[in-house]
């Protein structure tokens, strides 16, 4: 129990004093969580149109003039034809065509309805689809101005109208940052938790210090205690910086108790410590260490479900995502955040990292010991 | 009894093509100041660690101070002082943090055995605050020897103390280890260095992983089976080059300044020899017999 107590005091001393570790726990989070969110939006603004108007009628400048009014689009090109659209695309100068044909106005009041074409650059996917799907609901919205101006007094409406108003629940507004900032600070968790652990440990082998070390009567068990106990401790502090800046920043208040956030960081901690052991069982150097490191952080956040929804995605790789720490934190943490959620609610996921701290310590300890 | 005892150890590396130890067999008495000397690759460092409890020999065993290496490995970590060749302290911790803080894992403190270490330390004590990764290259090993020490070890294992040590420090450093053994330490010393074999009390030529002699210093010098001569002359290398041709030369070596020779049948070769090298090097040269040194025999040996 002394010994433990003289391993950590020599650890948080050696972590305090690295300026560069006390910048990536303490600083980097808070950059990152007031950068990336605001960043890293998916509405999308600024879409660049080009318009083809073969038309010129009031309607067809209606329609442009709504577009543009909208706020999401910017008209680059107005042209009268579709070859210069088009290449104003290939020079990516426009994201969207939208092709008025002649007598658009003419063929819509005389036989009720008209064509448009709409040509979406695909190239970057997210930009097109949503500037797609902007575009098809304000041309909707155009086309329910156009009957109401017509049809203006029907006594009893022939036809019953089915108006569908989505209504979003717990992030009422779609605000972005209410989702993308619990789901950022588990990455830094995740970092802190099992990188930084890893790459404390292969530090000791690279020096050289693991071998004073190992001929002191030190034990193992004391040894890599006094390596993981620092680490939980910092991985729940950058949780407490991370909460509080959302606050600050963003005015994000979980709605769901604190006190579920912290206990469920604390054992999503014990998983990741688990994974930085093992993971520095396999290398030797912090080079090799940094490798492994990249190449997990990649699929966590890339399977993670934070950018991408898991329910989007192809079959295995939702298989995939269970076999991932970080989704089910992600999960969890946007669970209570924005949507109150206790732990009965949340049960399946403590299992489940428990189940995945247990199995990583243990693969952890068992690759440790066949080492010596 | 021996406080160091190696028996037919055997190691070998990447699946046995490299044989770092083949059969060390030698003895360690109690308060022996031993040395292990022999070239880079020579497996000094293996046989450390093996001594040290950090790595299995493949066959042979081998005991520290009578403990059994193998099964109470746990006993003799609390009772050894084992200083790689590599330095292995932090770095980012400051001198008295690092003595602090093995002289707390080993359950002692600082005061308890200051006596062990005071020379040292006081050379130390001006730097007491600096970080052990700005020190420099002797002060680091002075540091090195004062974690070894700080729970009064009963055997000390130094593997290469001096390498890249000034000449002044590497003076100071063996007079403390002669200071140590005067206390009753043990201690097991490895250099590349030849002339600091003479200040053990006995000691072992090692090459390839094996052991070629041992024996004290005097006792090696003693065995030299042969007459050894030094020449000089303005040009060494043709000196050389003519040495080497004269029909019964059995080795001749560069030794910093002069080269060492040795000859067929010794002194009955000499007067051949000389008037040898006046025909073919031309110019005047200088020739004396001289007692062999350590290195000659491990020369002769290897």
Known sequence: MKTLLFLLEKEFRQIFRNSSIIRIIFVMPIIQLIVLPIAADYEVKNVNIAVVDHDHSSY????????I???????????????????????????????????????????NEAKLLLAINAVNGTKGNMGGAYLSSIIKDFNQDVRTDWVTFPRMNPMPLLDIVPRF?????????????????????TMVGSFLTALNIVKEKEVGTIEQINVTPIKKHHFILGKLIPFWVLGLIVTAIGLTVSRVVFGIVPVGSLL?????????????????????????????????????????VLMGGLYT??????????????????????????LVVIKGSGIYEIRNHIFAILSFAIVFNGLAIWTYKKQV | MNAIIANHLFKSFEKGKIKALEDISFEVKQAELFGLIGPDGAGKTTLFRILATLLLAESGDSSVDGLDVKKDYKAIRKRV?????????????SVEENLNFFAHVFGTTIEQNYHLIKDIYQQLEPFKTRKAGKLSGGMK??????????????????????????PVSRKEFWEMLKYLK?????????????????????????????ILDIDTPVGIIEKYPKKIWSIHASNMYALLQVARAFPNTHTCFGFGESHHLTLNHDAEDYDAFCQYVQEHYKEPFQIQEITATIEDCFMALS
């Open chain 1, 60 to 67: 067809s400048r209606q329609l442009v003039q709504k577009i």
């Open chain 1, 309 to 334: 929804s898991i329910d989007g995605m192809p079959e295995w790789a939702k298989i995939m995502t269970k076999f991932n720490p970080v989704a089910y934190f992600i999960d969890v943490m946007r």
């Open chain 1, 169 to 189: 629940w717990y992030n009422t507004r779609m605000n972005y940052q209410l989702f993308m900032v619990p789901g950022i600070l588990v990455i830094l968790v």
């Open chain 2, 141 to 166: 090993q002075k540091l090195a020897l004062c974690c070894a020490l700080i729970h009064e070890p009963s055997v000390l294992f130094l593997d290469e103390p001096t390498t890249g040590v000034d």
């Open chain 2, 81 to 93: 002082g084992y200083m790689p060749g590599k330095f292995s302290l932090y770095q980012d911790l």
């Open chain 1, 69 to 111: 009014g909208s706020g999401y689009f910017r008209l680059v090109e107005n042209t009268d034809s579709y070859k210069k659209a088009l290449k104003s695309v290939e020079q990516n100068d426009s994201d969207v065509i939208i092709e008025i044909p002649a007598h658009f106005e003419r063929t819509l009041i005389k036989e």
């Open chain 2, 182 to 210: 005067s206390e009753g330490i043990t201690i097991l010393v490895s250099t590349p260095y030849m002339d600091e074999a003479s200040l053990c009390d006995r000691v072992a030529l090692m090459q390839k992983g094996k």
């Open chain 1, 260 to 300: 579920v956030i912290f206990g469920f960081t604390a054992i999503f901690l014990l998983a990741v410590l688990g994974l930085g052991l093992l993971m520095s069982n396999f290398s030797d150097t912090q080079q090799q260490a940094m490798f492994f490191a990249f190449f997990m952080i990649m699929v966590f």
